[in-house]
DNA sequence: TTGTTTTGGGAATGATTGTTCCCAAAAGAT
DNA sequence: ATCTTTTGGGAACAATCATTCCCAAAACAA
């Protein structure tokens, strides 16, 4: 038996960020082939093809961010802290990244969500997903005493998410570092 | 000589449905073709070619967009409640759309702003014009004494942008009017 | 009528799309 | 050595892509 040659997650770590810097329709499989350095054999016998291709690489960043943003959940000593790390985080990955590309699962959202069921599920796991994790930390947050429990934590939790995206769509035409700080500091406003 | 039998503005109107719809990359010129009922030579003579038919159909959409969110700076009593009122107004737009299109300026920053130099700019353009309706209305509820001048009202403007644009981009897979009502709720406590 | 202009039909372009297939080379196992 | 499996090269596919072109029909003005 030959051994495996190519690396399967590192070929997915590329067509990801090929996928995520120019999206699925802008992406064609010569983009790829060039790409992950794949002959088209080993490419279509281990991706079966492009949307098969397309939503592993999305289902991969999925898992990927999801797992980085529960990592702040414990900064900060109290939950108005914690929030505050969460957006922080958000913002300063989108204004990291010099290709400006944005959310991957947003920029998939906005260009594909409504033609595909799937990807609209994942779309909408993701953001449920984050929602929770602002959501667990505010309620923490509420028991402790730290933040009024006059709003419902379930509303507020999808505010800071729409923050969020906020940023996170800004970000592909005006990552500002300083904005965004800014529109932070006044979306904490909301637990006063 | 035979006079024009086409209608342009509808036409284009047309065109800029379906590329809201289903983006630059996903529209074809046969979708076009079909979409707005000319035939090839007549519409390669009246629009040049794709992407230019694709700008002139963005310009469309922002001139129209604009003026709407316009005719709201004048509703409302105060300028707490203008500004609730403009965020209100884009989500309704947004919600009451049954394809759930979302809005075009955004899909558009989304999709192209990173590759097409002319696209980013009208990003940019269309974003700085809607902050300056919002900083138009703070400023003056700020001299009004409605609202404290602790917030600089740039920044303020900005939140607010960035709030509309979180709504605009779930818009597209989660179109929820009464999260929505939430959410611009939460937002408007940015200004106590 | 003649002339001018707009429109549509449709053929043709060459490039690119995603995908399938065959076969030889490579690499390890026996 | 043979066997098995993985990989790459490259041809081939039909479909679609955006675009150009020619020409006849249509509609109005003179």
Redesign the interface.
């Known amino acids: 038996m030959r051994t495996k040659e190519f690396n399967e997650d590192e070929a997915l770590e590329k067509a990801m960020q090929l996928f995520w ?3 699925y ?2 992406t064609s499989m010569q983009d790829l082939l060039d790409g992950l350095g794949l002959s088209r054999s080993t490419l279509y016998r281990a991706y079966i093809d492009k949307h098969s291709l397309f939503l592993k690489a999305l289902g991969h960043y999925q898992q990927f961010s999801s797992s980085e943003i529960k990592k702040v959940i414990n900064e900060g000593d109290t939950a108005k802290e914690t929030v505050k790390k969460l957006l922080e985080f958000i913002a300063e990955v989108v204004v990291q990244d010099q ?4 959310c991957f699962m ?2 998939s ?3 594909l ?3 595909d069921k799937v990807v ?1 599920d994942m ?2 796991n993701s ?1 449920q997903d984050i929602e929770d994790v602002f959501y667990h930390v505010l309620t923490k947050g509420q028991k402790r005493g730290e933040i009024s429990k006059a ?2 934590a379930r ?2 939790a ?2 800071f ?10 970000a ?3 990552p500002d570092k300083k ?1 965004f700080k ?2 932070i ?3 904490i ?2 637990l ?1």
């Open positions: 810097l120019k999206g329709n802008g290709q400006h590309k944005g947003l920029n959202e906005i260009e969500s409504l033609h609209h779309v909408v953001d709003e419902d509303a507020m999808k505010f998410l729409n923050t969020a995206k906020g940023i996170r769509a800004t592909k035409s005006n904005v800014d529109i500091a006044l979306a406003k909301a006063n």
